[in-house]
């Protein structure tokens, strides 16, 4: 169960990432608002999941899950580039993500 929270906790960092990015300094109401709830439901799920998973490998998957959705996120929608490079390091930081899931004891 930790480790499903911790996914969407991951998920919901990605989100608020985005929503701060189109608050535009926290001056447009709902995208602020989007970063609010987001934020809060992303430190709650890695807080919850902290509680039985060891800090470090929980901090990682939570950080390498919302870097990966934050960057593949600008790249579809044209925000970043994306070229061949950048895919196979995002590839490596997700295989980190799940190696992490596999050693996991």
Known sequence: MSWLILVCAGVAEAVWAVAL????GLTRLLPSAVFVVALLMSMAGLA????SLP???AYA????IGASLTVGYGMLTGAESSSLWRVLF???IIGGV?????VDS
């Open 21 to 24: 990015g189109r608050s535009d």
């Open 48 to 51: 919850f999941a902290m509680r």
């Open 55 to 57: 800090t470090g490998t």
């Open 61 to 64: 998957v939570w950080v390498g």
């Open 90 to 92: 995002l590839a490596m």
């Open 98 to 102: 799940i190696g992490l899931k596999a």
